[in-house]
C-alpha cells in the first residue's frame, strides 16, 4: 500500500527535526567535548547531579502551595531539604569508601532506583511528618552521587582539562536545579506540587536504566581516560592508548617550576589505606581542608538562595508562581555561564604556567558573587536588580567546577572517593543547616516587620507574602558573609600551598604505581 499525502508531509518535518538536532545541536556539542563517546559520559554524569538538584530546587519551587495545603511556614519547608541533606551528610563518607572499592557504575544505578521509589511515596505523603520522614532516603542519591561522579570524570578525563569538563557536569547540576524550578513550579501551578514529585521519580528510574545500559566503569587511575574524537566508550576496565591522556600540564609546570613535593605525604599507600587513616590523609593537606571550608560555605548560601528563591521574588517583586519561577531559570542562566566559562579559564591559566590558577579563578568567582549580590538585594525594581543578580548567579555557579578540579589535583587517584566523601561531608552538613537557618532568620525579620507567623500569614495574604520577603532579603543580606569569607580563605591561603600539594600527589601516585 503506498503512503498517503498527508504522511509524506508529516514525515517532511520529522525528518527535518532530526536534520536539525543533528547538525545543530548534537555536532557542536560533540566537538566542545571532544568527541561522541566524551560528550556521552558528561551527559550521563551531568544528569546524575542535575536529579537531586533539581529535587531540592522543586522544594523551593513548590513551597507556597506547599505551604498553604499543609499549613506550614518557611521553617518546616526548610527542614524538607534538610531531611534529605543530613541523611547525606552522615552517609556520604561510607559511600566514598564503598566509590574506592566496588564498581561506581552499579552503585549509582542502586541509588537512583531507592531514590525514585522513596520520591513516589514523598509525593503521597497525606502531612507534613509523613512527607518529612519519607525525604530521609533521598539523601541515599546525594551520598552516592556526589564521589561515584568525582571519582569518574577523574577516570574519564585527564588532568589539563579537568576544569573544563567539571564545568560541563557541574552545567547539568545548575540545569537540574532550572528544572525544578521552571519544570516542577509549572506543574504544581498547573496541577498539584505532589505531581511535581511523580515527575521526578519517573526521571530517576529512567536514568538508572540509562546507566546501567550505557556506561562502562572505566579502569582506575585515568588508566581508561577517553581521547579526544572517540567514537565509542571505553570497555569496561579498557587502558587508553592516547598518549597525551597520560601526561598533563600540571606534571610539565611542577617540572618547570622546580616544586618540591611534602614527603610526609608520601609515606601512605593510598589505595590500601584504611577509611580513618585516609581520612586523616586528606585532612593533612593544607590545600584539601581550605577547598573543603570554602566550598562547603559556598554551597551553604546556594543551598538558602535555591531553597527559598521563588518565595523571595514572589514577595518582593509581587510575581505569580510560573513567572517567578521562569524568572529564576533565566538568572540562573548566569549560573550556566559561570560553570562554563570559570572552569575552562582556570585550565587555559595552568597551561600558560600559572599553576594557582584554578585557585584564583575560584577566589575571584566567590568575591564576584558577593559583590553582585549586595546592590542586587538592596535595589527594589525587577529590571535594575536582574542584571546584579545574573552576575552574582555566575559568580557562585562559576567557583564550583575549578574548587573540583583543584581538589582532584592534590589527592592520588587511590583516594578521590575518599576525598570526596570528606569534603561532601561538611558539604552535606552545611547544606543541611542552611534552609532551616535561612528560614529561622527570615521568620524572626518578619516578626519584627510585623507579622506573626503561619497563622498571620494565612490571613495576611499578599501583604504577608511580602512581609516575608523582606525577612528573605535581609537573610540573604547578612549570609553573605561566609561567601566572602569563602573567596577571601582561597586567596590567603590556598595560593600559597597548592603548588607544593599538587606535587606531592603527583609524587604519591607514581610511587603508588611502582608498589603496584
Known sequence: MAPSRSDARAAVPAG???????????????????????????????????????????????????????????????????????????????????????????????????????????????????????????GVVASAASPAVTSLTGD????????????????????GVAFGFLVCGNVAAW????????????????????????????????????????????????????????????????????????????????????????????????????????????????????????VFMRGRFELSQSVASSLAVLIGLGAVAGVLLAGRLGDRLIDRGRLSGRVWVAAGAYLLATAAFLPGLLIGSLWLAGPFFFLAAAGIGGANPAVDAARLDVMPSALWGRAEGVRATLRFALEAAAPPLFGYVSSRLADHAGTGGPAAGAAMGGAATRVGAAGLDHTFLLMLVPLAAAGVLLLVRTTRTYARDVASALAAEQRTRERS
Open 156 to 175: 574519564f578525563f585527564r588532568p589539563g582539562e579537568r576544569g573544563r569538563i567539571f564545568g560541563y557536569v557541574l552545567a547539568g547540576e545548575l540545569l
Open 16 to 138: 527535518g527535526l532530526r536534520h536539525w538536532f543533528r547538525h545543530d545541536v548534537e555536532r557542536p556539542l560533540e566537538a566542545l567535548a571532544g568527541g561522541p563517546a566524551r560528550l556521552k559520559v558528561i551527559v550521563l554524569l551531568a544528569c546524575v547531579l542535575s536529579l537531586d538538584a533539581a529535587d531540592k530546587a522543586a522544594v523551593g519551587a513548590v513551597a507556597a502551595p506547599m505551604e498553604a495545603a499543609l499549613h506550614v511556614g518557611n521553617l518546616q519547608i526548610g527542614w524538607l531539604v534538610t531531611a534529605a541533606t543530613a541523611v547525606a551528610a552522615v552517609m556520604t563518607l561510607p559511600f566514598g569508601a564503598l566509590v574506592d572499592r566496588v564498581r561506581r557504575v552499579r552503585l549509582l544505578v542502586i541509588a537512583l532506583v531507592v531514590w525514585s521509589a522513596t520520591m513516589v511515596v514523598s509525593g503521597l505523603a497525606v502531612s507534613y511528618p509523613m512527607l518529612l520522614l519519607s525525604r530521609l532516603a533521598l
Open 191 to 310: 496541577w498539584s506540587w505532589r505531581a511535581a514529585f511523580f515527575v521526578l521519580a519517573g526521571l530517576g528510574f529512567v536514568l538508572a536504566l540509562v546507566l546501567w545500559r550505557g556506561l562502562p566503569e572505566p579502569a582506575r587511575g585515568g588508566q581508561s581516560r577517553i581521547p579526544v574524537g572517540a567514537r565509542r566508550m571505553p570497555r569496561e576496565g579498557e587502558a587508553a592508548t592516547d598518549e597525551v591522556a597520560q601526561r598533563g600540564s600540571l606534571r610539565r609546570v611542577i617540572r618547570w617550576r622546580g616544586v618540591r613535593p611534602r614527603h610526609a605525604l608520601m609515606t601512605m599507600n593510598p589505595a590500601t589505606a584504611s577509611l580513618w587513616r585516609a581520612v586523616r590523609y586528606v585532612l593533612a593537606v593544607p590545600t584539601s581542608r581550605t577547598l573543603i571550608v570554602a566550598s562547603a560555605l559556598g554551597y551553604f548560601y546556594f543551598t538558602g538562595l535555591r531553597t527559598f528563591a521563588i
